[in-house]
């Protein structure tokens, strides 16, 4: 807001009638429908900044869902193979993707801040970590315990010889 009498920058309280300026001392009588105007453009832009988070966290949250399964394959494909190549995508997915994801989140607005409960929020860079370490030593072992069932039937033998000794 503009000072009628200087054009110098007056602060505006909204809710006040009147505004002093700082520079000239003038009071500004403000009338009610420019401060209604004021309100309503700071209450569209709030609104249209929450309908731009929530947007943008949707779609955050399709690229956290897809990298999942990616995960866990990147685990598989660890576990299936010996060379180093295959080991890349979890390598990949432990040390990159969770500060990529992070990258990626919306920022939350400032109005916002306060009132987001822990579910309207993208996951903090820790959590990532945690659930893709997971998926990927997830994936891993799985994948290591059927390889181990479709090893040659010495295996199964000595196992029912234990059972059939134990009865
Ligand atoms: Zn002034």
Same mark, same amino acid.
Not at 54 to 64: E, S, T
Not at 122 to 139: N, R, S
């Given at each position: 807001? +503009?000072?009628?009498?200087?054009?110098?920058?007056?602060?505006?309280?909204?809710?006040?009638?009147?505004?002093?300026?700082?520079?000239?001392?003038? @009071?500004? @009588?403000?009338?009610?429908?420019?401060?209604?105007?004021?309100?309503?453009?700071?209450?569209?832009? =709030?609104?249209?900044?929450?309908? +731009?988070?929530?947007?943008?966290?949707?779609?955050?949250? #399709?690229?956290?869902?897809?990298? =999942?399964?990616?995960? #866990? %394959?990147?685990? #598989?494909?660890?576990?299936?193979?010996?060379?180093?190549?295959?080991? =890349?995508?979890?390598?990949?997915?432990?040390?990159?993707?969770?500060?990529? %994801?992070?990258?990626?989140?919306?920022?939350?607005?400032?109005?916002?801040?306060?009132?987001?409960?822990?579910?309207?929020?993208?996951? +903090? +860079?820790?959590?990532?970590?945690?659930?893709?370490?997971?998926?990927?030593?997830?994936?891993?072992?799985?994948?290591?315990?059927? *390889?181990?069932?479709? *090893?040659?039937?010495?295996?199964?033998?000595?196992?029912?010889?234990?059972? @059939?000794?134990?009865?």
């Amino acid at each position: 807001m +503009k000072c009628p009498n200087c054009s110098g920058d007056i602060k505006y309280t909204p809710g006040k009638a009147k505004a002093v300026c700082p520079y000239c001392d003038s @009071q500004i @009588q403000i009338s009610m429908t420019a401060e209604e105007r004021e309100f309503e453009r700071d209450t569209s832009r =709030l609104a249209h900044n929450r309908d +731009k988070y929530f947007k943008d966290l949707k779609i955050w949250r #399709v690229i956290f869902y897809i990298s =999942l399964p990616l995960a #866990v %394959l990147s685990g #598989v494909l660890l576990s299936l193979s010996d060379s180093a190549f295959l080991g =890349l995508p979890a390598i990949f997915f432990i040390f990159a993707a969770s500060p990529v %994801l992070r990258l990626a989140a919306p920022d939350i607005p400032k109005d916002l801040e306060g009132e987001l409960s822990k579910k309207e929020r993208p996951l +903090k +860079k820790g959590a990532l970590y945690g659930i893709f370490i997971g998926l990927v030593l997830l994936g891993g072992v799985v994948t290591g315990l059927i *390889k181990d069932d479709s *090893k040659p039937e010495e295996g199964t033998a000595s196992s029912s010889a234990v059972s @059939q000794a134990d009865s």
